[in-house]
Antibody, heavy 124, light 113 residues
């Protein structure tokens, strides 16, 4: 079955960077976009960006444009999200999610399935 | 960005009773050329990732029980659980994918009365 398994909990100091991974299985990795989202405590889910797993093209939310980099390793069926210049407000659970099947235009729909989430805590 | 609002913030319903969650978008999410509403609904339980329930405002994802249904058009949408089960306790989110960035509602917490 389709699965996205994310890397473990991270604790980072303000100003540092964090790199999270999302390993896909159960489908052909290069056939679907991978999205990254986050949910800070008490806040709503926020979309951060996506990567085209086939060609590496990316699209980022304007909010995170200057600080986020999404990459992928096709040989490992894994997508990565790096967020730099961390501040306390970046403390959140970060999720990866796959594009659903049969979207007419990739990257323009709903999300599913999702990884289990990675807690990132930014604290001095 | 399109702002999504939900009501109520929380809802307590007796087992077997109906639960209805409302979602409103700050602008129309109905695409006239295909007559589709660009709304999805998710169920989110603690410690688990969100689970897709509904897309195109009313199309149930495969495997989702038919007690879950979505309705609405243009800017006003609803998710209805026709007969609440204990396993339905969760936070429910709506999401628009009409324009980028996709945006989510603040969530509605459903509990057992």
């Amino acid at each position: 079955q389709v699965q996205l398994v994310q890397s473990g909990t991270e604790v980072k100091a303000p100003g540092a960077s964090v790199r999270l991974s999302c390993k896909a299985s159960g489908y052909t990795f290069t056939n679907y976009l991978i999205h990254w989202m986050r949910q800070a405590p008490g806040q709503r889910l926020e979309w951060m960006g996506w990567i085209n797993s086939a060609n590496g093209n990316t699209k980022y939310s304007q909010k995170f444009q200057d600080r986020v980099t999404i990459t992928r390793d096709t040989s490992a069926s894994t997508a990565y999200m790096e967020l730099s210049s961390l501040i306390a407000e970046d403390t959140a659970v970060y999720y990866c999610a796959r594009d659903p099947p049969n979207l007419q235009v990739p990257g323009t729909g709903w999300f599913g399935p999702w990884g289990q989430g990675t807690l990132v805590t930014v604290s001095s | 960005d399109i702002v999504m609002t939900q009501s109520p913030e929380s809802l307590a319903v007796s087992l077997g009773e109906r639960a209805t969650i409302n979602c409103k978008s700050s602008q129309s999410v109905l695409f006239s050329s295909n007559n589709k509403n660009y709304i999805a609904w998710y169920q989110h339980k603690p410690g688990q990732p969100p689970k897709l329930l509904i897309y195109w405002a009313s199309t149930r994802e495969a495997g989702v029980p038919d007690r879950f249904s979505g309705s609405g058009s243009v800017t006003d949408f609803s998710l209805t659980i026709s007969s609440l089960q204990a396993e339905d306790v969760a936070v429910y989110y709506c999401q628009q994918y009409y324009v980028r960035p996709p945006t989510f509602g603040p969530g509605t917490k459903v509990e057992i009365k």
